[in-house]
């Protein structure tokens, strides 16, 4: 009696066990360049960790060519996916016919567009405060008052994040003078690197590092740089004086809960990379710590401290920002 009463209790837990295996949300990401890019990084940093807590089943592809991205999200969509991240900026057309096609599954995109009813939300990098900060910080450093500025593509995105940059150098030093390229790519370090040498041959000693690259020709150079995105201080740790950096968790962990509770809609998760959501942030100074000025830190905390206590704002600009010099 006792085997069998064993049996049945050893079914009903397996049972149980199986269907709460099932009810593991699954989340699928599509990129078009490889995770190691710093946007994309964001994301799958992100998602990586929702995974190791438990929340969801996680698969990625990287390196998805634009004329694949409608095949791939409607692969992962058909695989049972519930929430497909992932950036669209190239492919808006594709990923939002894609999701007209897959009512039932939600998507989260990166994207210059607006939201897609009934299942197409988009985000983006918001993090034009803690550029503005880290501007400051590089209008305090430079010594030539010219400072370089290498950008992907001059698309909403990577402009709002250069013009803050550049109020928050002139806040503290009125007289700086800024060099602005794009190099028609997101991920093409070697041809960055190239840009920021030539900048520096034109007298360029703080270089605005929007794309993977720059840092490289800063630290051959001698010169500094301020970094995007992500913290590469630790891997240039005499060269990169501070960044701006973006926190995806926010956005990504709202829109898990939402798709888990059943309310996910098409939305502008925009604001949730503000500082105020904890969505960015200015990077510790590090190893620049007690080389930046002590009045120049005093200053950047008093304006962070402002922003987040709502009484200074950020100037959203998306215009391509054009050289000064």
């Known amino acids: 009696m006792r085997s069998i009463f064993t049996a049945v209790l050893a079914a009903i837990l397996l049972h149980a066990g199986g269907a709460l295996a099932q009810e593991k949300l699954k989340v699928a990401g599509v990129y078009t360049v490889p995770v190691e890019q710093q946007w994309v990084s964001r994301i799958h940093k992100a998602l990586n960790a929702a995974k190791s807590a438990g929340e969801i089943d996680y698969v990625f592809s990287e390196s998805v060519a634009n004329a694949d991205y409608e095949r791939v999200l409607r692969q992962y ?67 030539s008052g010219l400072i370089g500025m290498v ?122 990379s503000l500082m105020k959501h904890k969505g960015s942030e200015l990077a510790p100074l590090g190893t620049f710590e007690k080389k930046v000025p002590p009045e120049l830190a005093k200053k950047v905390k008093e304006r962070e401290k402002a922003i987040l206590d709502g009484k200074f704002t950020v100037k959203v600009v998306d215009t391509e920002p054009k050289s000064t010099m």
């Open 77 to 143: 969509a058909e695989q049972g996916n519930g929430l497909i991240i992932g950036e669209a900026f190239a492919v808006e057309a594709a990923a939002r016919k894609v999701a007209k096609e897959y009512p039932k599954v939600n998507f989260l995109l990166g994207s210059s567009g607006k939201p897609q009813a009934p299942n197409f939300s988009v985000f983006d990098n918001y993090i034009q405060e803690p550029a503005y900060l880290s501007g400051m910080v590089a209008g305090s450093m430079t010594r």
């Open 151 to 272: 950008g992907g593509y001059p698309i909403p995105e990577v402009n709002r994040l250069m013009h803050a940059f550049m109020e928050g150098a002139r806040e503290v030093n009125p007289n700086v003078k800024f060099m602005v390229s794009f190099i028609g790519s997101w991920f093409d370090p070697p041809k960055a690197k190239e840009a920021a040498f030539a900048m520096i041959d034109k007298g360029a000693d703080v270089l605005y590092a929007e794309r993977f690259g720059v840092s490289d020709a800063a630290k051959e150079r001698g010169k500094l740089a301020i970094g995007n995105v992500i913290n590469t201080q630790p891997q240039y740790p005499d060269t990169v004086v501070a960044s701006a950096l973006w926190n995806m968790e926010p956005t990504v962990n709202l829109a898990i809960g939402k798709t888990k509770a059943g309310k996910f809609a098409a939305e502008d998760y925009g604001e949730y």
